[in-house]
Nanobody
Framework: QVQLVESGGGLVQAGGSLRLACAAS????????IGWYRQAPGKQRELVAAISSGGSTNYADSVKGRFTISRDNTKTTVYLQMNSLKPKDTAVYYC?????????????WGRGTQVTVSS
């Protein structure tokens, strides 16, 4: 099992920055990749950014050039640096881990952290 805890959300003005953190615990050696998703009211959850165990990253087009995903040396904490925030970035941000345990493609989710960007 993998447990994920997000932190770092809050209220920020447009143009500001926030850094989210996702701390993974448990069977972290089973994780293939960790991603950040977001869900705004009335909308579907969408992928924002992800980082694989090998370090490759991918981003949604809407955040390229503004958001950066990274991780610490232990690979158990993943960060999402969000710059030049816009009101449309307002959402609950969730951390997700793709794991091969107990089965390939097992997904784990954190509880989410609210990000609100005021205009």
């Amino acid at each position: 099992q993998v447990q994920l805890v997000e932190s770092g959300g809050g209220l920020v003005q447009a143009g500001g920055s926030l850094r989210l953190a996702c701390a993974a615990s448990g069977s972290t050696f089973t994780i293939n990749s960790i991603g950040w998703y977001r869900q705004a009211p009335g909308k579907q959850r969408e992928l924002v950014a992800a980082i694989s165990s090998g370090g490759s990253t991918n981003y949604a087009d809407s955040v390229k050039g503004r958001f950066t995903i990274s991780r610490d040396n232990t690979k158990t904490t993943v960060y999402l640096q969000m710059n030049s925030l816009k009101p449309k970035d307002t959402a609950v941000y969730y951390c997700n881990a793709d794991s091969f345990y107990p089965n390939p493609g097992s997904l784990y989710w954190g509880r989410g952290t609210q990000v609100t960007v005021s205009s």
